[in-house]
């Protein structure tokens, strides 16, 4: 008698939606069955690894490379304008310095955002500038069946909150977009729209994860629909309170791993997002734990991944490893 987990069949690769389809390996009595699909690859920053992140370049190419995500960090211009940027000052990346919310967003248009985007020794976008976009124009074009996720970064959040959603009303793409942020904040500010579609915050998903990890057990699996994410590994820092002072442990721990993606799939439709899937190894020790969709900066290299991986594709090596 065969024993086996829950499969969801979602169909082909191409008709994946990060919206609607997870799976978990099957497991039969000679261990892990072949995977049949492969997770989808999100696009980070527009694709960091290719063109200049959260540039209109940035997406053009990871559309012409087959990305089937697209995940862009936000902020607002001095001028109330919701745009695409990262770090906190523009000198990081960008031909000018201070802070994006001191510019308005036509100024902001004209800075280059591709000033240090390195290509081996070659800056190439140094004599071809790109300028920081805003949400609107990567909403007019991103393909309309193509889902968005959006990063929110700075600080009050209430407002830049409020700036998105009147973008997203106005060009009326809620159903195409997701909220994502590490501050909690955000999760709270986009509570009053019921159209929004939210990840849990990045403290619920890393407590539990550590929580399996460290054996406590799976006492709080999300609630069905959830969407999550956390990096696949990630440097951390184990601290233990003494008396007089404490001790402190770095390491690099990875995070999903059968037991923890066993204890998000408790209940109906949770959707998982492995972030910094960037090498082979990875993405397919995602593929084998049945991880929904990969953050990748590249979306060319990890589509060449992907297309060059044989279906069915075995999983006993490849969880083995996850749990090492």
């Given at each position: 008698m065969l024993s086996s987990s829950r499969l969801a069949v979602c169909g082909s690769i191409a008709s994946l939606a990060l919206a609607g389809c997870a799976f978990t390996p099957v497991t039969t009595e000679d261990g892990p069955a072949p995977m049949t699909s492969l997770p989808r690859i999100v696009a980070h920053r527009g694709g960091t690894g290719d063109a200049p992140e959260n540039t209109l370049e940035a997406i053009r190419q990871s559309i012409a490379h087959h990305a089937d995500t697209m995940w862009l960090t936000v902020q607002m211009s001095q001028d109330g304008v919701p745009v695409l940027y990262r770090p906190v000052d523009l000198s990081a990346l960008t031909d000018t310095k201070?802070?994006?919310?001191?510019?308005?967003?036509?100024?902001?248009?004209?800075?280059?955002?591709?000033?240090?985007?390195?290509?081996?020794?070659?800056?190439?976008?140094?004599?071809?500038?790109?300028?920081?976009?805003?949400?609107?124009?990567?909403?007019?074009?991103?393909?309309?069946?193509?889902?968005?996720?959006?990063?929110?970064?700075?600080?009050?959040?209430?407002?830049?909150?409020?700036?998105?959603?009147?973008?997203?009303?106005?060009?009326?793409?809620?159903?195409?977009?997701?909220?994502?942020?590490?501050?909690?904040?955000?999760?709270q500010s986009f509570a009053g729209y019921p159209q929004a579609k939210l990840f849990e915050s990045r403290d619920?998903?890393?407590?539990?994860?550590?929580?399996?990890?460290?054996?406590?057990?799976?006492?709080?699996?999300?609630?069905?629909?959830?969407?999550?994410?956390?990096?696949?590994?990630?440097?951390?820092?184990?601290?233990?309170?003494?008396?007089?002072?404490?001790?402190r442990s770095d390491v690099k721990a990875t995070l999903w791993t059968p037991s923890t993606v066993?204890?998000?799939?408790?209940?109906?439709?949770?959707?998982?997002?492995?972030?910094?899937?960037?090498?082979?190894?990875?993405?397919?020790?995602?593929?084998?734990?049945?991880?929904?969709?990969?953050?990748?900066?590249?979306?060319?290299?990890?589509?060449a991944v992907r297309d060059g991986i044989s279906m069915p594709l075995q999983c006993a090596a490849a969880n083995a490893a996850a749990t090492r």
């Open positions: 201070g802070l994006v919310s001191t510019f308005t967003a036509a100024q902001l248009a004209r800075v280059n955002a591709g000033w240090n985007f390195r290509r081996g020794d070659a800056y190439p976008y140094r004599d071809h500038p790109v300028g920081i976009p805003t949400l609107r124009e990567a909403l007019q074009v991103i393909p309309a069946a193509m889902p968005i996720i959006l990063d929110m970064k700075a600080l009050p959040a209430a407002p830049q909150a409020q700036a998105v959603a009147r973008v997203l009303d106005e060009e009326n793409a809620w159903s195409r977009v997701s909220i994502y942020s590490t501050d909690a904040d955000y999760q619920a998903t890393r407590g539990r994860l550590v929580r399996v990890l460290l054996n406590q057990g799976c006492v709080d699996a999300p609630a069905e629909h959830t969407m999550t994410a956390f990096e696949l590994h990630r440097a951390m820092a184990v601290v233990e309170t003494f008396t007089l002072g404490e001790g066993a204890c998000f799939r408790q209940r109906p439709d949770v959707r998982i997002v492995a972030i910094a899937v960037n090498n082979a190894d990875d993405y397919r020790t995602a593929a084998c734990l049945g991880i929904d969709a990969v953050l990748v900066d590249s979306p060319s290299q990890m589509a």
